[in-house]
């Protein structure tokens, strides 16, 4: 597991720290997010806007466009912060995941789920831990989620691992107002 900062190491940018030009990038990551306000995490991502709009673009994509339904997206997003350390993440997403797994989530325990979520959240796990993903696997879920599907699920894992990077690297703090929940033994 990533271990985070003691403190934020980079200050959040705002909205007014940006130029004109730059305002519709911070103005379309609060819109597609459906908030009210700039998480932490691309508040400080804003500090280099076109990072933002990047990072926040693949983002974009598999939470809101991807082949995977809603329930197993914000699984394979606990299963992947859970193995990277990711509490920021974590911590925004294990309400959303349904309640009969959130004790459960991002541990072998949930290997034995039918298809396609066990094995996706075992690929999840072994590939965000690092672990050799073997042929079989990828096999199944092929047949289980089509080519786009184990596309969007493979990017999705990257995805959160980089967050997971980045917030263990810069210290980012959860929100103000989210729960924290302990990883799950």
Known sequence: MTSYAAAPRLPRAERDDLSAEQVPIWDHVVATRKLAFMPNMFAVM?????A????ASVGEHVRWHSALDNDLRE?????VSQAVGNVFEWDHHIHKVPERFQAVVGTPAMDSE????????????LAASG????DALVAELRTELGDAGLVDLVVMIGYYQLLG??????????????AHVPFND
């Not at 804003?46 to 076109?50: D, T």
């Not at 933002?52 to 990072?55: D, E, F, K, Q, S």
């Not at 990077?165 to 989210?178: H, K, P, Q, R």
Request: one cysteine or more; aromatic letters at 2%; hydrophobic letters at 45%.
């Open 52 to 55: 933002l709009r990047a990072v």
């Open 75 to 79: 699984m394979v997003i606990c299963t």
């Open 165 to 178: 990077s980045f917030c263990a690297v810069l210290g980012i703090e959860v929100d103000e107002g989210v």
């Open 114 to 125: 039918p298809a396609p979520v066990g094995p996706a959240l075992r690929l999840a796990r």
């Open 131 to 134: 672990e050799d993903v073997d």
């Open 46 to 50: 804003g500090q280099s806007p076109e």
